[in-house]
């Protein structure tokens, strides 16, 4: 009995080590597979740890309240922004958190945004509605612009007009830039031709989709000190499809 008693003892403590070894060989591969699919976010990586995220300010004084017919009064300090730049955000700051350890992300409004030559940033949405990423664009992008109010983007002779049907949003591009500021700041611009455009360009940069468009994007960020992506996908609703690579440039800032 004492044999048979020690012998289920060793064997619970095999199961268990054994448990253990594989459970802690799954977290290796697993924090080895995340960082394998953001290791070109490595390059916002500091000293001190610190990248500011610079968004937008929709300011409004009041919107309408449903089934009212008064208006309700927005602060000065409560910014709108549209619900795919949120999950844009979402998906950036998830993904910075997950790629560099200890990083301290700072959020700053566009116009209090002071470029230090030393701290990098990501800008979130397009020359319209974020200077900061309209002054980064037109200096190292120059053979990229999006016409308003058509809402259709231009990238050397390429046209990027976004379907719409009966009002309705089918598809959207989005761009991403990585190089530096002209103080030599790196920095990052996400945006789109419309909101979904910058969701989609923060889904390709940061986010947990996977295809071959997305990991073609992270090797080249990887391994580019400079690039400019094109971004295309269809828009169903209130959600994206798959990212799809519609062109990149290598030396945006030579067109």
């Not at 959020?107 to 949405?125: A, E, K, L």
């Not at 231009?154 to 976004?162: N, W």
């Not at 455009?197 to 000190?225: I, P």
């Amino acid at each position: 009995m004492p044999e048979q008693t020690s012998s289920i003892v060793r064997d619970i403590c095999i199961a268990l080590i054994t448990a253990g070894i594989t459970g802690i060989f799954s977290q290796v591969y697993f924090r080895l597979l995340k960082w394998r699919q953001l290791r070109h976010l490595g390059h916002l990586r500091t000293k001190d740890g610190i990248i500011k995220i610079v968004i937008p300010t929709i300011l409004k004084a009041s919107f309408p309240k449903d089934h009212f017919s008064e208006n309700a009064i927005i602060p000065d300090n409560i910014p709108l922004m549209p619900m795919p730049e949120g999950r844009a955000l979402a998906n950036l700051v998830s993904g910075i958190s997950d790629a560099i350890r200890g990083v301290d992300i700072k959020f700053v409004t566009h116009n209090d945004f002071v470029d230090d030559g030393v701290t990098p940033f990501v800008s979130i949405g397009g020359p319209s509605v974020n200077e900061v990423s309209r002054e980064i664009l037109n200096q190292m992008v120059p053979g990229f612009r999006i016409q308003y109010p058509d809402h259709i983007g231009y990238f050397g002779s390429r046209k990027m007009s976004p379907r719409v049907e009966k009002g309705i949003l089918l598809e959207d591009f989005g761009f991403l830039f990585q190089g530096k500021s002209r103080l030599g700041t790196r920095c990052i611009v996400v945006c789109g031709v419309w909101a979904t455009g910058t969701e989609l360009a923060c889904v390709t940069y940061a986010g947990s989709v996977q295809n071959d468009s997305v990991s073609k994007v992270r090797r080249l960020l990887f391994r580019q000190s400079e690039l400019f992506v094109v971004l295309k996908a269809t828009v169903q609703n209130y959600q994206i499809g798959e990212p799809k690579l519609d062109a990149y440039s290598e030396n945006p800032s030579r067109l």
